[in-house]
């Protein structure tokens, strides 16, 4: 067994392409239009879908924002440098929510960032 992806609803199909690709660096894997019932799928990622979990974005159609509830926590991608990540975020007009710097209470070096829908990437460098 191995994890295949994770699904997250979006507002703005192009909005949060343009982010996890131009952003956050990952390659469109594939895209699907299902008009007859109002909603488009597209999946992204870093490596092949038959290797790594990749990220699933569920578009439906007329739904132009969600309530994020208390229950959902992060997604985490590994980074080789997070202080020079952040910087290229910024640059590129990502918002990063938590600067890097070591953890509470560790000396991990993490930060976060937040994507079009409010949703948590958080960062780790590469161990």
């Known amino acids: 067994m191995r994890m295949l992806h994770t699904m997250l609803r979006i507002g703005d199909l192009e909005k949060s392409l343009q982010f996890y690709q131009e952003v956050l660096g990952m390659k469109l894997l594939r895209k699907?239009?299902?008009?007859?019932?109002?909603?488009?799928?597209?999946?992204?990622g870093?490596?092949?879908?038959t290797e790594t979990t990749v990220l699933e974005l569920t578009h439906n159609w007329g739904t132009e924002s969600y309530d994020l509830g208390n229950a959902y926590g992060h997604i985490a991608i590994g980074v080789d440098?997070?202080?020079?990540t952040c910087d290229k975020i910024k640059e590129l007009g990502g918002n990063v929510v938590r600067e890097a710097g070591p953890m509470q209470g560790g000396d991990t070096v993490i930060a976060f960032v937040e994507d079009p829908d409010g949703y948590k990437i958080e960062l780790l460098e590469d161990f």
Do not use: Q, T, W
């Open 32 to 44: 699907h239009d299902y008009p007859e019932f109002e909603f488009s799928l597209a999946y992204l």
């Open 46 to 49: 870093y490596g092949d879908e």
């Open 81 to 84: 440098d997070v202080y020079k």
